[in-house]
């Protein structure tokens, strides 16, 4: 009779703090202070997540690719640019080696200045690193930050981004990339006698501290009230900052730079020189004199060059990479079971567009995309299985 009486009793039934479900007593683990409640099942899941982040940290630490590998991958999605993906994959090697096998070392972290037209390639190469090595990056506009204080983006807003593009976890933000563009803006114009600080020389100085290595308060997404939770901080020190710019105008100081030392029967007038060779020599002092802040150029240690893409680069932009431009249209069309087809002479065409635009690569989507908004529109209520695109085809505007 008791233990019939026993079985019947009825089973205690707790909630799980983390799923809501109700289960029985003995499925539930009980925190130190008993207000922790987690149920078997939730506790396997957060199992599963701990092993898959420290899965894709161990693959991230015991396969860095080397700087050979590194460029070999970057040449299957960016053309040309050879010397500038050689410093690349040697600059980016070295500071994840630092962070991985190196972490109790001296060895100071190498950050990155890309100097190139628009349209050369330098958000490309930064955004293919990043997914290549399966990093967090956030690319930001220089020129919309000011200086603390002053109405604007500060530039710890940056950093809150980069925390959001790793889903929240600031340890793995801690390895990303950070890409400022458009940095040759905020230089302090010395040279035409500029009085610019708001978006100049106070943006530089803001960025200092941040760029050598520190731990940063990441903004509120609200106000401070009573009893909100803590900032949150990050530290800099493993980030790794690539900035960017034309830097337009560049090439007159250095040729006025390397005249002065010229002299003699044997001497060689730079200026006779295409712009192109003149900016392979480009040092810091020369960006200092460009208007950069002593302070600011000496935390970006590696320079590399990107070169205004030619006619015929254009045409492989086009045509090699792994994603290019026509390639897509072509897996487009191939949804709707049709065959897309680009004539050479249409891909020389839109690389003639371009050089007239004087836009890099950037102008070549626009103009493909010009070309095939009809057919895109067109096609997939048609018949046709099979659509060539020839160079009287191709369209363009303003040109």
Do not use: W
């Amino acid at each position: 009779m008791e233990e019939q009486q026993l079985e019947e009793k009825p089973v205690k039934k707790v909630k799980c703090r983390f799923c809501g479900k109700e289960v029985s007593e003995d499925k539930i683990i009980y925190g130190v202070t008993k207000t922790a409640i987690i149920c078997e099942d939730c506790l396997d899941i957060c199992n599963h997540i701990v092993e898959d982040r420290q899965e894709t940290e161990n693959v991230t630490m015991d396969n860095i690719l080397k700087p050979m590998e590194l460029k070999e991958k970057l040449d299957e999605y960016v053309i040309g640019q050879d010397e500038a993906k050689k410093i690349i994959s040697v600059a980016v090697y070295n500071h994840y080696k630092r962070i991985f096998k190196l972490k109790d070392s001296c060895v100071q972290k190498t950050n990155i200045c890309l100097i190139g037209s628009s349209g050369s390639g330098k958000t490309l190469l930064a955004k293919t690193v990043a997914r290549l090595l399966d990093v967090p990056i956030v690319i930001a506009d220089a020129t919309t930050f000011t200086q603390a204080g002053y109405a604007g983006r500060n530039v710890e807003d940056c950093l809150a981004t980069l925390v959001k593009k790793a889903d929240g976890d600031i340890s793995r933000a801690e390895r990303g990339i950070v890409f400022i563009d458009e940095i040759d803006k905020i230089a302090c114009s010395y040279r035409d006698n500029s009085t610019r600080d708001v978006g100049g020389q106070g943006v530089q100085q803001a960025f200092l501290k941040m760029i050598e290595g520190t731990t940063v308060f990441l903004p509120n997404e609200k106000e401070n009230m009573i009893g909100q939770e803590e900032q949150k901080t990050i530290d800099t020190t493993n980030i790794l900052f690539i900035v960017s710019g034309a830097f337009s105008g560049i090439e007159k100081i250095i040729n006025s730079k390397n005249e002065k030392h010229e002299i003699g029967f044997g001497a060689t007038s730079i200026k006779a020189k295409k712009d192109d060779e003149a900016i392979e020599k480009v040092t810091q002092d020369d960006l200092i004199a460009y208007g950069m802040i002593p302070e600011f150029v000496g935390r970006i240690q590696t320079i590399a060059v990107l070169h205004k893409l030619k006619e015929n680069d254009l045409i492989r932009v086009l045509k090699e990479p792994k994603d290019a431009l026509t390639k897509q249209y072509q897996q487009l069309m191939k949804v709707d079971g049709i065959d897309l087809t680009f004539e050479d002479d249409s891909i020389r065409k839109i690389a003639k567009i371009a050089m007239k635009q004087k836009t890099g690569a950037r102008s070549l989507k626009s103009i493909l995309e010009n070309t095939m908004m009809d057919i895109m529109y067109k096609a997939p209520s048609s018949d046709k299985k099979e659509i060539t695109i020839q160079e009287k085809d191709i369209k363009a505007e303003n040109v």
